[in-house]
């Protein structure tokens, strides 16, 4: 609310988030927002914290002291469920759906969690256009269309994926949290959703955590360098390139 | 209530708790080791009372039963792994709890099957018969002093087989990673062996050693096993030393709570009614505890591996 | 029609018919037995919603039963003796009325389970399965030592419960009300499982951390379901009751969770008509070992680890191959 300029805008906005684990600070008093139409990546070498960082958005971790802004609401109290209902939608690092289901019932259950009405006892969901044609359409948006009646724990690898993407759009998200996407695509597979993600940005901001630099320098309006828990950079890929801070403690050692 | 009751009952209770310990920590063992939730534990309780109690009337010598006992459970332990349980480790605990409960349907009907329904009984040592006096006046059976000695240099050498021996440090490297320890080479089948064997010598043990103080019968071990099951969910599963703690704060709180909760109740209500009232809150105490433990601590106060 | 469908409606009809062929058969003992079956099959499709379509192994549904068994045991005692039941703040009688046993036993077995659940489903894995063993076990010891409602001895019923327009010391007319709410039941929870809830209880059992990220509360979603859960078992339990005209700490004890979940096991978890099948062949086990001889138990003690261990996926999972999630 103080600098309201910007910050107005901002979809995502956290502040001075710290979170320890005993005497290792995993989050140190990271900031960093993400605006509409702009794909934001977060990288950092392992054990940079992450993970962590997804957590407290996510809900899953409590953060020890700063703010998460989510449009314009506090955000740090509230559950994992609740932040998903007000609008945030994210895919897994590894890849997380219900298994016994079929694609299309798996995509349903996100529809019905964005409609906010599961506490209903005698009609069958296979009989409700209303869920059926959504998650018909947000396969036919991955293309997985013509795998709709397959069961989850058997679509391959990439096709979880698409999945789970899938089910994120299905909750009309107005903020995608995507962990590390690319993560054992196959540079196919990779290209392939490099190009999808290029085109979502106008639909919805991302914020994307990923190793695959190539994707993350063709992808990013923005990135936000993270090393031991805090912010050493946040700017273009041009900045970003060009920070020697970064190519020290990062870039250079990748190469 | 005089200070001799109050030191007597408050002995009782931790007797009882060291009862439940040598139950709770094969259990907990069992569970932590190879993630297996046993029912029939409060089996080999039974088993082991049985052979005491037959083994002692055969030869006249309660140490022989005593010995025959751990030998008898640990044995049938040993074969209740190979054939049955070992085939458990990788299923859920649904089939797990399904399959032990059969295995007790065995036991216990099989016992009755051999010795019948009447009650055996097994008589106190000569030695240990009689009572002792501590210290402030207060006389004690020794036979229960006996028992509760004998837990704790039991627990004393459990810790030391954990923490010192080349068993244990397979035991607790078996609790934290199950791949590594077969990637070492420990032959990890003979270790899942070993550990429920002992498991069921304790549990044999606390059977033959409570059977002189109460009868031997069917279904004597199910009672026992359910403590057991409180304690190690109190103490945190998987956690030897939660077990003990767990085991005695059981036992004191069961024991003075059917002692003093009557009294506390008869303060202000009249006395049939602070009896009845006081006994059955007493009888629910125990899972009272555990209940305000959970809520609390939801793994237990000692959680391994957390 | 698949071939799961066939075998639930040979199942159901085959336990309605069974009566009126032993009647036919002058074997009028074998409706008593019946009855049983639809009983405890019905306490098993209680223990299904949580154990077979949330994932919730508890191993203190026999709280449930036992509680819906004392409720039919006190308001009958109530009504039989003139007695109210309270005077303070309102006079409340008691009553042999069934409709009204049925809602009693319902409403105070979700009751409890919202109190048991909200403790409870903290915890998961063993953890829920011993605290949920516990709690049961609470109940059972307060039966045993309130001196109010027969303690230890238990409770007789001296004239079975009635029901409007039946006559319920009938025991063909008797079974007929309990194969129907076993039917209402089944009904509901095939109904309940294919719903939206049904579907979120489901991804709460096969991966709750994607329920939520769906913006489903998994625990809300597993504590209503304990709850439906805890009230069929409940109901179950107050026709138990009537059925033995007898209620006593017993019905509480941790072997009777045990052999709930036996019910649901040997049927297939998580299968409809599962608990159905898994309690007649209980029944029918317990019945004709007790026949051959009088140590019954050690044999269906080997039968069952056999199927433990042996078939994957209960009678239904035999009969009618994998479960199909669609």
């Known amino acids: ?255 | 209530m005089t200070l001799a009751l109050f030191t007597e009952q408050l002995l009782n209770g931790v007797q009882f708790g060291i009862m439940l310990f040598l139950m709770a920590a094969g259990l907990t063992l069992v569970f932590g080791v190879m993630g297996l939730i046993n029912l029939a534990h409060g089996s080999l309780y039974m088993i082991g009372a049985f052979i005491c109690a037959t083994v002692a009337v055969a030869t006249g010598s309660f140490w022989l039963g005593l010995i025959a006992s751990l030998a008898g459970a640990a044995a049938a332990g040993a074969v209740m792994e190979i054939v049955v349980i070992r085939r458990l480790y990788a299923r859920d605990h649904l089939d797990q709890v399904l399959a032990t409960f059969a295995l007790i349907l065995i036991f216990s009907e099989g016992t009755r099957w051999v010795f019948g329904s009447f009650p055996l009984y097994l008589d106190i040592p000569p030695i240990l018969q009689g009572a002792v006096f501590l210290p402030g006046g207060v006389q004690y059976p020794l036979y229960r002093l006996a028992i509760i000695i004998a837990g704790l240099a039991i627990a004393l050498g459990l810790y030391l087989l954990i923490s010192r021996t080349r068993l244990g440090m397979r035991i607790r490297a078996g609790e934290s990673d199950r791949e590594m320890i077969s990637a070492l080479g420990v032959d990890i089948r003979t270790l899942y062996t070993i550990v429920f064997a002992l498991g069921a010598a304790l549990a044999g043990l606390a059977g033959a050693l409570v059977g002189a103080i109460q009868s031997v019968q069917v279904g004597m071990g199910e009672p026992v096993l359910i403590l057991a099951f409180v304690v190690i969910v109190i103490g945190g599963i998987g956690s030897v030393k939660g077990a003990l703690i767990g085991a005695i704060l059981v036992g004191v709180v069961d024991t003075m709570g059917r002692i003093l909760l009557p009294q506390f109740f008869a303060l202000f209500m009249e006395n049939a009614q602070a009896t009845s009232v006081g006994s059955a809150l007493a009888s629910m105490a125990i899972y009272i505890l555990m209940a305000i433990i959970l809520a609390l601590k939801p793994q237990g106060l000692f959680a391994a591996g957390a | ?326």
């Open chain 1, 1 to 255: 609310m103080a600098d309201a300029a910007h910050n107005d805008t901002a979809i995502l906005e956290l502040n001075q988030l710290q979170k320890s684990f005993g005497a290792l600070k995993a989050t140190d008093d990271v900031t960093l927002d993400v605006r509409p139409g702009e794909i934001h990546a977060l990288i950092g070498p392992n054990g940079a914290g992450k993970s962590t960082l997804i957590h407290q958005i996510a809900g899953s971790l409590m953060p020890d002291a700063g703010s998460i802004q989510f449009l314009g609401e506090e955000m740090r109290s509230m559950s994992v469920a609740q932040r998903a209902r007000k609008g945030l939608g994210r895919t897994f690092q590894v890849s997380s759906v219900a298994p016994e289901f079929s694609a299309l019932r798996n995509v349903m259950l996100s529809v019905q969690g964005m409609q906010g009405s599961s506490f209903r006892f005698f009609k069958p969901v296979m009989r409700d256009r209303s869920l059926i044609d959504q998650a018909h359409g947000r396969l036919r948006e991955v293309g997985l269309e013509d795998r709709a009646n397959v069961i989850a724990a058997e679509l391959s690898h990439g096709e979880r994926r698409q999945l789970e993407m899938a089910m994120a759009l299905a909750l009309q998200p107005k903020l995608l949290l995507l962990d590390e996407p690319m993560a054992g695509m196959g540079p196919e597979g990779s290209k392939q959703l490099t190009g999808y993600l290029d085109t979502l940005r106008h639909q919805v901001p991302i914020l994307l955590v990923e190793h695959d630099m190539e994707a993350v320098f063709s992808l990013a309006d923005r990135i936000t360098v993270l090393v031991y828990g805090r912010v050493i950079a946040t700017g273009s890929v041009a900045d970003i390139r060009a920070n020697r801070d970064v190519r020290e403690a990062y870039l250079g050692e990748e190469d």
């Open chain 3, 1 to 326: 029609m698949k071939r799961e469908t066939i075998i639930n409606w040979v199942l159901g009809l085959g336990l309605l018919a069974f009566p009126f062929a032993a009647l036919y058969l002058d074997e009028p003992f074998y409706v008593t037995l019946a009855t049983r079956v639809a009983i405890l099959a019905l306490a098993g499709v209680g223990l299904n919603i949580a154990l077979g379509l949330g994932g919730m192994v508890s191993f203190g549904h026999a709280a449930f039963f036992g509680i819906g068994g004392y409720v039919a045991g006190i308001l009958s005692q109530h009504a039989f003796n003139d007695e109210p039941l309270f005077t303070w703040p309102l006079l409340i009688s008691g009553t042999s009325d069934m409709p009204v046993i049925w809602l009693v036993a319902i409403v105070i077995c979700a009751l409890v389970a919202v109190f048991i659940g909200l403790i409870t489903l903290r915890t998961s894995g063993v953890y829920f399965i011993m605290i949920t063993l516990a709690f049961a076990q609470m109940i059972y010891y307060f039966a045993i030592s309130w001196p109010s409602y027969g303690g230890e001895d238990g409770l007789s019923i001296y004239v079975r419960n009635g029901f409007p327009g039946l006559n319920t010391l009938d025991p063909l007319q008797f079974f007929l009300i309990c194969c129907a709410a076993l039917m209402v039941c089944l009904l509901l929870s095939a109904r309940l499982r294919d719903s939206r809830f049904g579907a979120a209880l489901q991804v709460a059992r096969q991966n709750d951390v994607r329920l939520a990220a769906t913006g489903i509360a998994p625990l809300n979603i597993r504590l209503v379901a304990f709850i439906i859960s805890a009230a069929m078992t409940g109901l179950a339990g107050a026709l138990f009751a009537d059925l033995n005209r007898f209620v006593s700490p017993s019905m509480l004890s941790w072997q009777v969770s045990g052999e709930i979940m036996i019910f649901v096991i040997l049927g297939g978890v998580g299968r409809l008509f599962g608990p159905l099948a898994g309690a007649a062949l209980f029944i029918v086990l317990e019945f004709y070992l007790g026949g051959v001889t009088e140590h019954w138990q050690f044999f269906l003690g080997l039968i069952l680890l056999g199927v433990v261990l042996f078939v994957r996926g209960g009678l239904l999972g035999v009969l009618a191959g994998r479960r199909d999630h669609g």
